[in-house]
């Protein structure tokens, strides 16, 4: 059995041909720059993530807390421009649906949310939040 130690600690060992990491320890592979350090708590701000939502395109989210049924008429960008599946997050009772696993999205005169599994039970929570296109 062969041990690497970083810093004096066991980081690495091998038995057998196994390399076996020792947990806590960021193991790298490749080439470039080695990250030195984690990103602090609350660094990430929504202005870095655009989250801000001050352009044109941003629409408030559409929450429905009564919802039961399997359609959905949800919000356009503009009088002919419709959000499709990858530009909007869709949460039934707080969970994250998956696109086209989870729902489809039409644009065949009204934009209209489609849930594949049809309608939740009564008075379901359902929330569609747009992407800032």
């Known amino acids: ?17 196994t390399v076996t990491v020792a947990a806590g320890t960021n193991l790298v592979l ?3 720059a080695v990250p030195t350090s984690a990103i602090a708590d609350d660094a990430v701000t929504n202005a ?24 959905k008429t949800i919000k356009k960008i503009d009088a002919t421009t419709y ?6 997050l869709v949460f039934l009772n707080g969970v994250c649906l998956i696109p086209t696993t989870d729902y489809t999205v039409s644009s065949s005169g ?6 594949v599994e049809g309608a939740p039970a009564t008075a379901t929570s359902l929330v569609v939040r747009y992407l800032a296109i």
Not at 1 to 6: G, P, R, S, V
Not at 110 to 115: F, P, S, V
């Open 83 to 88: 959000y499709t599946v990858n530009d909007i």
């Open 48 to 71: 870095k993530l655009n989250l801000d939502y001050s352009d044109a395109t941003y629409r408030a989210p559409t929450i429905d807390n009564s919802f039961a049924s399997a359609t």
């Open 110 to 115: 009204t934009a209209t949310l489609t849930l």
């Open 1 to 17: 059995m062969a041990k690497i130690t970083l810093n004096g600690v066991d980081a690495l060992t091998e038995s057998g041909g």
């Open 30 to 32: 490749g080439t470039g």
